[in-house]
Each structure stands twice: as C-alpha cells, then as structure tokens.
C-alpha cells in the first residue's frame, strides 16, 4: 500500500468506529513501514501499517479495543486486505523497550487520531531490530540525523531502548555492523 492507503484505509476505521458509536478518540503511533512512508519518504510501498496503543493500560480487553478490531476486520474484508494489514504486533515491544517519545499528531481520522514520534525513536527501534529490510531504513534516518558515528547512535539507542533490551537483543553487535 501507498501513502494515499494509508490514509485512505484508516480514515476507513475511522468511519467505522464512529458508526459504532465509539467517540472518545483512539490514539495510536505509527511506526514501521507506514512511518518511513509517510513522514521519511524513502519509499514508495509498505505491506502493512505498524502501530502502538498509546495508552494500552486504558484499551486493553476493553470494548473499545474490541470495536476497533472489529472495525479494521471489517475494513480488510470490504477493501479485500490481508488480516494483519493494520497491525499493533510490536505495541508490547515498544514499551518494554524504554519510554514513549514526544508525539506529534499526524492525522484524525473521525475518533482515530494517528500520532508519529521522532525520527530518533524510529532509528532506535530499527537499530534494535536491525532486520534486512530494515537497513535501508537505518541507513537513510541515519544520514538525515546526521548519526554518522557509533557514539551517536549508542546516545540514540540508550534515549529509547533500556539496557536489558539493549544487551538481550545484542545491541552492541548491531551498531558494530552499520559502525564497524
């Protein structure tokens, strides 16, 4: 999906939920994918779009959270998308990791308002994972921040990941392969 999708199939939700008479605001952040898509603009597609609950403790087994699945289940039926194609898989991940960062609010989307987080945020949760499809993600946050050394993407990463997950995940490993 492109850009436009995106904001196609969450205003989509959006609709929804407030059909379900849903109407105090859902907030999520947007990360992954539909992060670089929208807000890095380095590339042209993503196969799904990645968010965080901002505030789990309220949502979690709640009705709410119910009415929003059902909504996004109703959106991948009639838009014909693939199950997982709004996905909140790395919700518990981000927030052991270590603290939220400022949020700018992106888009609302009826009661759905979508927040993104700083560049840094992002190149520390892609640093952490330092998959293959993330490196040319790495490499162009890395260029637009100006991180052109291992000390300063060790600062970015001790910012947003705690230690335990830093050393659980082998953090230092992964900056030595971008910072060798």
């Not at 799904?48 to 505030?55: G, Q």
């Not at 898989?89 to 609302?108: E, H, I, N």
């Amino acid at each position: 999906m492109n850009a436009q999708d995106i904001q196609h199939y969450l205003s989509l939700v959006g609709k929804e939920l407030q059909a379900m008479g849903v109407g105090e605001p859902i907030r999520l952040l947007l990360i992954g994918g539909g992060y670089m898509l929208t807000q890095v603009r380095n590339r042209t597609a993503t196969g799904d779009i990645d968010v965080v609950w901002m505030y789990p403790e309220i949502y979690a087994d709640s009705e709410i959270y119910q009415l929003f699945e059902a909504a996004t289940k109703l959106v991948a039926d009639d838009e014909r998308l693939g199950t997982s194609w709004l996905s909140t898989d790395g919700s518990d991940f981000v927030f052991a990791a270590g603290p939220l960062p400022k949020m700018k609010l992106w888009m609302k989307f009826e009661v759905l308002h979508v927040y993104f987080p700083s560049k840094d945020f992002i190149l520390a949760h892609k640093l952490i994972a330092a998959r293959e499809k993330d490196i040319p993600d790495i490499q162009v946050l890395c260029a637009q921040l100006g991180i052109d050394t291992r000390k300063k993407a060790q600062k970015v990463l001790d910012k947003y990941i705690s230690q335990e997950i830093q050393e659980n995940n082998h953090a230092a490993d992964k900056l030595d392969i971008f910072f060798s």
